[in-house]
């Protein structure tokens, strides 16, 4: 499969704790998206990088969440200290080029559910 | 700001029907408008964008800057067309922080 690939596809941690996702884009495209979707909602912005640039950053991104893309490949999400608010599925996506207009191809998601 | 309204959650149609999903838009520079479809147990995937001006699976989609809208629509639809479909924005050589709408379903009955 040379799609986008997001690990672990489900997530269930405690409140309080740190959770750390990994996505691994298609391997020739140089930007890559992270969203949150939550029930009945359309994916939300939080960030986005070109290489290893991290060129935006949603504003109602909590300083919980961080993520990286150490060497313009795969990319990580991490948030400390969850909150059940937290709970959604997160989506990765990655497209080739310098323009957004490029498609955007989506990942499987990981599904957090915070207790 | 830029913002994307989907007024409808869910539009249950027959096969066989026409097929009208509305997106209208808020953006103070140039748009680019997409439409991205799930269908169940898949990820999300794009349908079609306005520069292309492509016809996808017999859905198409105009952006009409005058009434900021960019509806999706379908002549006769197909029972494999239900899924949730998704409008969304980016901003053409401004912003590029894409913008969903929350989404309308689509179910097709036979």
């Known amino acids: 499969d040379t799609g986008v690939s997001q690990n672990p596809r489900h997530k269930i941690t405690k409140r309080g704790q740190n959770v750390t996702f990994r996505c691994d884009p298609i391997?020739?495209?140089?930007?890559l998206y992270w969203y949150r979707q939550t029930l009945g909602q359309g994916p939300e912005f939080l960030t986005y990088?070109?290489?290893?640039?991290?060129?935006?950053k949603s504003r109602l991104l909590s300083d919980r969440f961080s993520a990286e893309r150490p060497k313009g490949s795969f990319s990580t999400l991490e948030i400390q200290r969850t909150e059940q608010g937290d709970s959604a599925m997160y989506l990765c996506a990655s497209s080739l080029g310098d323009r957004v207009s490029y498609e955007q191809y989506f990942g499987p998601g990981t599904r957090l559910t915070v207790t | 700001a830029q913002r994307v309204t989907q007024p409808e959650k869910l539009l249950s149609v027959f096969k066989g029907a026409p097929v009208e999903l509305k997106c209208n838009y808020s953006?103070?520079?140039?748009?680019?408008l997409f439409w991205y479809v799930q269908y169940s147990r898949q990820r999300l995937q794009l349908l079609l964008r306005?520069?292309s001006r492509e016809s996808i699976k017999g859905f198409t989609a105009d952006l009409n800057k005058g009434e900021t809208s960019f509806h999706l629509k379908k002549p006769f639809a197909q029972e494999e067309d239900s899924a949730m479909y998704y409008c969304a924005l980016s901003g053409l050589g401004g912003s590029y922080i894409p913008t969903f709408g929350r989404g309308t379903s689509l179910i097709v009955h036979p």
């Open positions: 306005h520069i």
């Open positions: 391997s020739e495209h140089n930007r």
């Open positions: 990088f070109q290489n290893e640039a991290q060129l935006e």
């Open positions: 953006y103070s520079g140039s748009p680019e």
